[in-house]
């Protein structure tokens, strides 16, 4: 098993900035990517971004070129830093994890606000 705790969420002005964390503990060598999914309210669980063991990194279209994804494999760690933070935005941040033999695991969530 793999527990995922992500931290950094908050109340942030539009074209702010937002640095949010999540790290991994538990069986966290079968894990191969390391991703951030957001869900606005009352929307869908959308994709934000990945990043895998060999540094690959993938982005959702809204995203590219505000976010950047950061993992740490030895660490177990992966950021996300976010900028020209914009109302829609606003969500609920989840980690999740891929690991080896199909394993899928989720964070609780950060909730991250972008309002004037």
């Known amino acids: 098993q793999v527990q995922l705790e992500e931290s950094?969420?908050?109340l942030v002005q539009p074209g702010g900035s937002l640095r949010l964390s999540?790290?991994?503990s538990g069986r966290t060598f079968d894990?191969?990517?390391m991703e951030w999914y957001r869900q606005p309210p009352e929307?869908?669980?959308?994709f934000v971004?990945?990043?895998?063991?060999v540094g690959s990194t993938?982005?959702?279209d809204s995203v590219k070129g505000r976010f950047t994804i950061s993992g740490d494999f030895a660490k177990n760690t992966v950021d996300l830093q976010m900028t020209s933070l914009k109302p829609e935005d606003t969500?609920?941040?989840?980690?999740y994890?891929?690991?080896y033999g199909g394993k899928n695991y989720w964070g609780q969530g950060t909730h991250v606000t972008v309002s004037s």
Do not use: E, F, H, M
């Open 8 to 10: 950094g969420g908050g």
């Open 22 to 24: 999540c790290a991994a």
């Open 31 to 33: 894990i191969y990517t």
């Open 43 to 46: 929307k869908q669980r959308d």
């Open 49 to 53: 971004a990945r990043v895998n063991r």
């Open 58 to 60: 993938t982005y959702g």
């Open 91 to 95: 969500a609920v941040y989840y980690c």
């Open 97 to 99: 994890a891929y690991a």
